[in-house]
């Protein structure tokens, strides 16, 4: 059984379309993180969600909503894609209450997303 | 704000050379510490933590210790192999108020046999 996953795991498009991301976790997190991987293998932050409400959101461009229907499932939709939103997206689960200390994330197979 | 510094790659060994691989941070409070590996076309994988000053957090013989006073987490292995290669990351997570993993750049390691 898949932790963390995510679809789709690769996905084309072109210039100005729109495109989801979905993250399902089946660990019974409470919080849900997507994080943005670029060419370089840098990691940046880019939303949080603990059970279902909002609790980070770094300085990315509002074409970027997320949407969390419950506490398993943490989406992400993207509008008017541009070329430098290539990249790969990772979606993550953590247990944060209860949890004695700031543990550790579970990170799923991420999502490669190529703009043309 | 929270902050983590990896040294920079390639790093290129010879099979069965010894590993160290620098991590420092700045934060505030007590951190937590971690080390993800992410193998080619793979997600990150926790490869080893510590929660607190002067722990240890070891892992498929990798090993790095929580030193408060030099604010470091190096990684090291005495002996890689060629299935160590991969990119390496060094995190910090608070335990209070923002709780997302700051990542260092990421270190990538290529094992030569």
């Known amino acids: 059984d898949t932790a963390v996953s995510q679809t789709p795991k690769y996905l084309v498009t072109q210039m100005g379309n729109d495109k989801s991301i979905k993250c399902e976790q089946n660990?019974?997190?409470?919080?849900m993180y997507w994080y943005k991987q670029d060419s370089k293998k840098f990691l940046k932050i880019m939303f949080s969600y603990n059970n279902k409400e909002l609790i980070i959101n770094e300085t990315v461009p509002n074409r970027f909503s997320p949407k969390s229907p419950d506490k398993a499932h943490l989406n992400l939709h993207i509008n008017s894609l541009e070329l430098g939103d290539s990249a790969v997206y990772f979606c993550?689960?953590?247990?944060?209450?209860?949890?004695?200390?700031?543990?550790?994330?579970?990170f799923g197979e991420g999502s490669r997303l190529t703009v043309l | 704000g929270n902050s983590v510094t990896q040294m920079e790659g390639p790093v290129t060994l010879s099979e069965e050379a010894f590993l160290t691989i620098n991590c420092t941070y700045t934060?505030?409070?007590?951190?937590?510490l971690f080390w993800y590996v992410q193998y080619p076309g793979e997600g990150l994988q926790l490869l080893l933590k510590a929660t607190k000053a002067d722990d240890k957090g070891s892992n498929k013989g990798f090993e790095a210790t929580y030193r408060k006073e030099t604010t470091s987490f190096h990684l090291e292995k005495g002996s890689v192999q060629v299935s160590d290669s991969a990119v390496y990351f060094c995190?910090?997570?608070?335990?209070?108020?923002?709780?997302?993993?700051?990542f260092g750049s990421g270190t990538r390691l290529q094992v030569q046999p």
């Open positions: 993550a689960s953590s247990q944060d209450s209860g949890s004695g200390g700031p543990g550790e994330l579970f």
């Open positions: 934060a505030t409070g007590y951190p937590s």
């Open positions: 660990l019974g997190h409470d919080t």
């Open positions: 995190a910090l997570r608070k335990g209070t108020g923002r709780r997302a993993l700051t």
